[in-house]
T-cell receptor, first 112, second 114 residues
Framework: GENVEQHPSTLSVQEGDSAVIKCTYSDSASNYFPWYKQELGKRPQLIIDIRSNVGEKKDQRIAVTLNKTAKHFSLHITETQPEDSAVYFCAATLWGSNQFYFGTGTSLTVIP | NAGVTQTPKFRVLKTGQSMTLLCAQDMNHEYMYWYRQDPGMGLRLIHYSVGEGTTAKGEVPDGYNVSRLKKQNFLLGLESAAPSQTSVYFC?????????????FGSGTRLTVV
């Protein structure tokens, strides 16, 4: 099955700086890559996703890039704010599959 | 529209006790899932269902059973709880057009087995 690795496990940045979280996946057939944000004590919520037919997707301060050849994708958060502090999970799946494979999460702390 | 609702939110069990976690969704989603979340291990799939009356094993199914008697409900049962089952449990649902919408998660159940 698919194996998703996520790095780093913890990340601290100063407010206003950028944060980058990277994930690699093992199954070249995977073609859908969502990112979830989980605030302390809350449920994971989808923040952005990308499909394998595009290399980059942006939504305001967040963006995701995908390198299919290298089998990795990354989450980029610019101009970080304290409310960006949370655990972020990446996932990978094959179109038509019923199961998402999650990374182990990155705990992001934005220092005011 | 409540989305995905889990009950209970917290529970403490003694080793050997049994309990059922309930997940209910009002989005008419075909697919439902139970995950457990442990520190440093991310989200691991326990069981899932692709429709009413169907269930399938995920990555870590041992010690758990599930049932999907109604499309909107997905039950997770622990027949004889063990301390290793102390975790936060999340239910999720998705449309059969899952690639369009991703998962919708419930708010979680924090279970402690002593």
């Amino acid at each position: 099955g698919e194996n998703v690795e996520q790095h780093p496990s913890t990340l601290s940045v100063q407010e206003g700086d950028s944060a980058v979280i990277k994930c690699t996946y093992s199954d070249s057939a995977s073609n859908y890559f969502p990112w979830y944000k989980q605030e302390l004590g809350k449920r994971p919520q989808l923040i952005i996703d990308i499909r394998s037919n595009v290399g980059e997707k942006k939504d305001q301060r967040i963006a995701v890039t995908l390198n299919k050849t290298a089998k990795h994708f990354s989450l980029h958060i610019t101009e970080t704010q304290p409310e960006d502090s949370a655990v972020y999970f990446c996932a990978a799946t094959l179109w038509g599959s019923n199961q998402f494979y999650f990374g182990t999460g990155t705990s992001l702390t934005v220092i005011p | 529209n409540a989305g995905v609702t889990q009950t209970p939110k917290f529970r403490v069990l003694k080793t050997g006790q049994s309990m059922t976690l309930l997940c209910a969704q009002d989005m008419n989603h075909e697919y439902m899932y139970w995950y457990r979340q442990d520190p440093g291990m991310g989200l691991r799939l326990i069981h899932y269902s692709v429709g009413e009356g169907t269930t399938a094993k995920g990555e870590v199914p041992d010690g758990y059973n599930v049932s999907r008697l109604k499309k909107q409900n997905f039950l997770l049962g622990l027949e004889s709880a063990a301390p290793s089952q102390t975790s936060v449990y999340f239910c999720a649902s998705s449309s059969n057009r899952v690639r369009d919408y991703g998962y919708t998660f419930g708010s979680g159940t924090r279970l402690t087995v002593v």
